[in-house]
């Protein structure tokens, strides 16, 4: 397992809506993923459909993490 941090302030508001943009897509095509999983078009072996789950609860959580971390070190920044 890699763990890393998130740069302590955030990062300007161009890089900080692609990051958003990147994470959205990349979430949105998983999630395309896992519901093909449940129809007929199933691309995947089943046993993946637990594993596609956990990429979409760890992106979301990674997502919400940063955006955390960002949002404090802004109020920090304005408070002084």
Known sequence: M???SFPAHAPP???RRRFR???GLVG???I???ALQYTHFRLLPADKT?????VVVGMAAALALAEYTWAAAE???RLG
């Open 50 to 54: 637990d594993t596609l789950w956990g």
């Open 28 to 30: 949105l095509g998983v």
């Open 75 to 77: 109020r920090r920044d």
């Open 2 to 4: 890699i763990f890393s």
């Open 32 to 34: 395309g993923l896992l």
């Open 13 to 15: 508001p161009p890089r």
């Open 21 to 23: 943009i990147i994470v």
